[in-house]
T-cell receptor, first 112, second 112 residues
């Protein structure tokens, strides 16, 4: 019940295309869903986050879609660029200051 | 990353030796976390702290101990290092607001 399942493990997208990463959870007590971006040799960094009372949140080219009834959420990267090539982690927590449960990550590669 | 530093950045040690990794923050945040990152497993929580001398176990705590005697420092100790503890270790801090975690740059530990 504490798991966050993330797919795909790896993803290759052409420059300018849409990258989509999906996550699912079981615990309905989760109330904060952040996404982290990690470049090689660096620590993960918060990219965008959403709460379950909102179905969509957009920040620039990055959009989180949230389906509370299905217990699923996804990250869409519009107009994907080679600089977006990184590992992306979805995550969930029951309290914003509580420990975060991470998905296993998606390695995204954008072809130039 | 600004406000959080990990040391050392790299370490090679022999099986059976004790190892201590240090996380230092200048943000005065109450919450601190240790994660390990391994291919195919994503980020897994080892231990976390909600304040000075207030620590708890995460999902992969066996073989690890922590200490937090000051707000700014969170130490992770491998009592007797094993090859299975070869990994990249990340420290994270959590503050107020919807800013999520701030991660350090990581420590790459190799146990030979």
């Amino acid at each position: 019940q504490q798991q966050v399942k993330q797919s795909p493990q790896s993803l290759i997208v052409q420059k300018g295309g849409i990258s989509i990463i999906n996550c699912a959870y079981e615990n309905t007590a989760f109330d904060y869903f952040p996404w982290y971006q990690q470049f090689p040799g660096k620590g993960p960094a918060l990219l965008i986050a959403i709460r379950p009372d909102v179905s969509e949140k957009k920040e620039g080219r990055f959009t989180i879609s949230f389906n509370k009834s299905a217990k699923q959420f996804s990250l869409h990267i519009m107009d994907s660029q080679p600089g977006d090539s990184a590992t992306y982690f979805c995550a969930a927590t029951m309290n914003r200051d509580d420990k975060i449960i991470f998905g296993k990550g998606t390695r995204l590669h954008i072809l130039p | 990353d600004a406000g959080i530093t990990q040391s050392p950045r790299h370490k090679v040690t022999e099986t059976g030796t004790p190892v201590t990794l240090r996380c230092h923050q200048t943000e005065n945040h109450r919450y601190m976390y240790w994660y390990r990152q391994d291919p195919g497993h994503g980020l897994r929580l080892i231990h976390y702290s909600y304040g000075v001398k207030d620590t708890d176990k995460g999902e992969v705590s066996d073989g690890y101990s922590v200490s937090r005697s000051k707000t700014e420092d969170f130490l992770l100790t491998l009592e007797s290092a094993t090859s299975s503890q070869t990994s990249v270790y990340f420290c994270a801090i959590s503050g107020q607001g919807d800013n999520g975690y701030t991660f350090g740059s990581g420590t790459r530990l190799t146990v030979v």
